[in-house]
């Protein structure tokens, strides 16, 4: 008899509502909010607007050849190579 009264004490007592049977399924637990209606594939939302009124007009072409070529090509970060290529498209030479 006392061993019996130790074994319920010393099981954990779960709340019925935490009980496998009171749980009820979660359809769709995940939502992927990269997926938006709204923007048309290929387009990249972006978090900051770019500000070019503080570059010189050469600066500026240049800073919009680069965002051109990365929206372009998907990319966030461009290469050196990668840079060199939109400036020489600009055409600028050694």
Not at 2 to 21: F, K, W, Y
Not at 36 to 48: A, K, L
Request: glycine share 4%; net charge negative; proline share 5%.
């Amino acid at each position: 008899m006392a061993t019996e009264s130790q074994n319920q004490s010393s099981q954990a007592v779960i709340p019925e509502e935490l009980r496998p049977e009171a749980v009820q399924p979660v359809e769709k637990a995940f939502v992927d909010r990269r997926q938006t209606q709204g923007n048309p594939p290929g387009v990249e939302r972006r978090q900051f607007a770019n500000h070019y009124g503080d570059l010189s007009e050469e600066s500026r072409e240049l800073a919009t050849a680069i965002d051109q070529y990365k929206l372009l090509h998907r990319r966030r970060f461009i290469t050196y190579d990668e840079m060199l290529a939109v400036i020489k498209s600009l055409g600028y030479h050694k």
